[in-house]
């Protein structure tokens, strides 16, 4: 028990060098809404954190079970989506610069395995296939990157998806067949979920460290964790199974980080 502090300043003074900010359209409460990341990035401009920007391209939490079009764009037609995105992007990145806040990566879309902004952008569903869902799903990624571009012409662009230790290249190759762009692979670990797997946190920790050689084998891009949890409450076990994991590829240049989620 100490003295109650800021959190960034908190976790900035114990070694955390980077933030990442989610942002939804309009969360009903204005939680990580526009105005609210604005306020946590400038806070962690002003400690000299490195930003990342996440954009969720919904309401709430987007992962691969619920990827919900917002309620203001639920009734649009694939075009108006498209404009929806690229509105929404330069928005919020707009106002970031205007704040003098300059995001080194930005993730155009979170945990996007089965596409988003369902069902428009949705990539399968329990018939199959969605027709037209990898076409409308790099459309929609793309309308995002041009848009951050546009803003921020240096900052690296993110696609995102789940379970690190999976073999993923096939989804980064469809990605890019259908005219899908991006600068930076990011992945979502929590190697203690080998539980459902039938594996060890080190089996998981193993798989993952192979495929992200694969990811990069193949598409010659920066990999980035930008999500790893343990799903522990015992902080020594945490931190082992975390150093087991970085142990495995810190190595490689071509890892270029690890976000804890979250902290």
Partial sequence: VGTPQEGMRLMRDHGMNSVRLRVWVNHKTGWCNKEDVLVKAKRAAGLKLRVMIDFHYSDYFADPSRQTTPTAWKNYSMDELLQAVADHTTEVLTALK??????EWIQVGNETRNGMLWPTGQLWDSNGDRPNGWRNYAALTTAGYDACKTVFPDAIVIVHIDNAYENNNWFFRKMKQNGGKFDMIGLSHYPMMGQWTGKTWQEVNQLAAQNIQLLYNEFKCPIMVT?????????AEAVKVIEDFR???DKWDYMKGIFYWEP
């Fill in 227 to 235: 999500e790893i949890g343990t799903l522990s409450n015992k902080e």
């Fill in 247 to 249: 142990g495995r590829v």
């Fill in 98 to 103: 205007e704040e003098g806040v300059t995001p």
